[in-house]
């Protein structure tokens, strides 16, 4: 069962930057859909950006696209999010999901995730 941790959230001003990692417990990451998602205070868990198994291609939710870029560094078994342009309403608990299994359609949809992190918190400042 592979271990998921984030680091690299905190405190930043509206426009501002930062880096997200998900570092996972074991090899092989790269067989993982690896994912981001977000929840603020009052709100669902929604999807933020990743990659499906085995692939290269990345996929961004509308609000985060041509702002946030995922990445992954399979020697390192870890998956970053650069998060540029930062808005108010991008604060929430930032999550890395994983899984070697799923359904293609259901890729954005927590649901398909098994593995989860504990989330790290990321708040954007006026």
């Known amino acids: 069962q592979v271990q998921l941790v984030e680091s690299g959230g905190g405190l930043v001003p509206t426009g501002g930057s930062l880096r997200l990692s998900c570092k996972a417990s074991?090899?092989?990451?790269?067989?993982?859909?690896v994912s981001w998602f977000r929840q603020a205070p009052g709100k669902d868990r929604e999807f933020v950006a990743g990659?499906?198994?085995?692939?290269?291609?990345?996929y961004y939710a509308d609000p985060v696209k041509g702002r946030f870029t995922v990445s992954r560094d399979s020697a390192e078994n870890a998956v970053y999010l650069q998060m540029n342009s930062l808005e108010l309403e991008d604060t929430a608990v930032y999550y890395c999901?994983?899984?070697?299994?799923?359904?293609?359609?259901?890729?954005?949809?927590?649901?398909?995730?098994?593995?989860w992190g504990r989330g790290t918190q990321v708040t954007v400042s006026s």
């Open positions: 999901a994983a899984s070697r299994a799923m359904i293609t359609s259901t890729f954005r949809q927590p649901s398909a995730y098994h593995y």
């Open positions: 990659y499906k198994r085995s692939g290269h291609t990345t």
């Open positions: 074991e090899g092989n990451f790269r067989t993982y859909s």
